[in-house]
């Protein structure tokens, strides 16, 4: 399945990515995304093909040439950076009011990543600060991560691929 992972620049998309994979395939070295990259890993009995997109300012326009495909989508929130909080609720917003996402039901999941960083914005007060009760057409889910260490990828990983299993089957109708 293709997943999307935006996110703003540093907040840890492709370091998430990296723990995500393989140990025998993750880099040492993680450097800035320029445009974007493709990775593959396989979890919750899926093999995920994400786009990984650069979250810099000048490539954001990027994003939406993938919107039309994906199954789910990863965004990324630095929960270490207080003051780009509500950049990132720009950001969010924008994508889910894009044409090409509006009207399809594509699960999101937000990682809010540095959660390990002394004051970082705890997951319940970015819930509340990028509006996510406000989403009513996708299912959502966020979840405290530190993409360092791995803590919270799986288990927001397998909530990703369960909704995604479940947009993906047939119709009961």
């Known amino acids: 399945v293709d997943i999307l992972v935006l996110g703003l620049d540093n907040s840890g998309k492709t370091t998430i990515l990296n723990q995500l994979k393989p140990a025998e395939t993750q880099s040492a070295s993680i450097t800035p995304t320029v445009g974007y990259n493709v990775e593959k890993f396989s979890a919750a009995g899926m093999t995920f093909s994400a786009y990984d997109m650069s979250g810099q300012s000048r490539y954001r326009n990027l994003w939406e040439t993938q919107y039309k495909n994906v199954n789910g989508i990863i965004f990324v929130v630095d929960a270490s950076d207080k003051l780009r909080i509500a950049v ?55 979840v405290s991560t530190c993409a360092l260490t791995g803590q919270g990828l799986v288990g927001g990983i397998d909530w990703l691929a369960n909704n995604i299993k479940q947009l993906l089957a047939p119709s009961n109708t």
């Open 88 to 142: 990132a609720r720009d950001e969010l917003w924008m994508l889910l009011d894009h044409k090409d996402l509006t009207y399809k039901k594509t699960p999101l999941l937000i990682f809010a990543n540095k959660s390990d960083v002394r004051d970082a914005v705890p997951a319940s007060e970015i819930h509340l600060n990028l509006g996510l009760d406000l989403i009513r057409n996708r299912n959502w889910h966020i």
